[in-house]
């Protein structure tokens, strides 16, 4: 088992920053792949970023140039770091670390606000 514990939501007005980090522990595989997804009110969980343990990314359209997000593999921690946030980065931003179908786990979210 891995759990997955994040920090770092909150409310920002708009233009403003917020990290985020998920620590893991437990039965970490290393060569696990980390990211982070949202889920606004009445839609659907979307990726945001991810990283894998080479440190190669994916960002969705939505977040490039804004959000850059960054992993500590000793300390098996990943960051998210949100700049220039808009109304519409507003959700509950999941941790999530997962390596082929029986290595899959999800942090039990933090909120992000948006608003002015």
């Known amino acids: 088992q891995v759990q997955l514990v994040e920090s770092g939501g909150g409310l920002v007005q708009p233009g403003g920053s917020l990290r985020l980090s998920c620590a893991a522990s437990g039965s970490i595989y290393g060569a696990n792949v980390m990211g982070w997804y949202c889920q606004a009110p009445g839609k659907q969980r979307e990726l945001v970023a991810l990283?894998?343990?080479?440190?190669?990314?994916n960002y969705a359209d939505s977040v490039k140039g804004r959000f850059t997000i960054s992993r500590d593999n000793a300390k098996n921690t990943v960051y998210l770091q949100m700049n220039s946030l808009k109304p519409e980065d507003t959700a509950v931003y999941y941790c999530r670390t997962w390596f082929g179908r029986e290595y899959d786990y999800w942090g039990q979210g933090t909120q992000v606000t948006v608003s002015s």
């Open positions: 990283i894998t343990r080479g440190g190669s990314t």
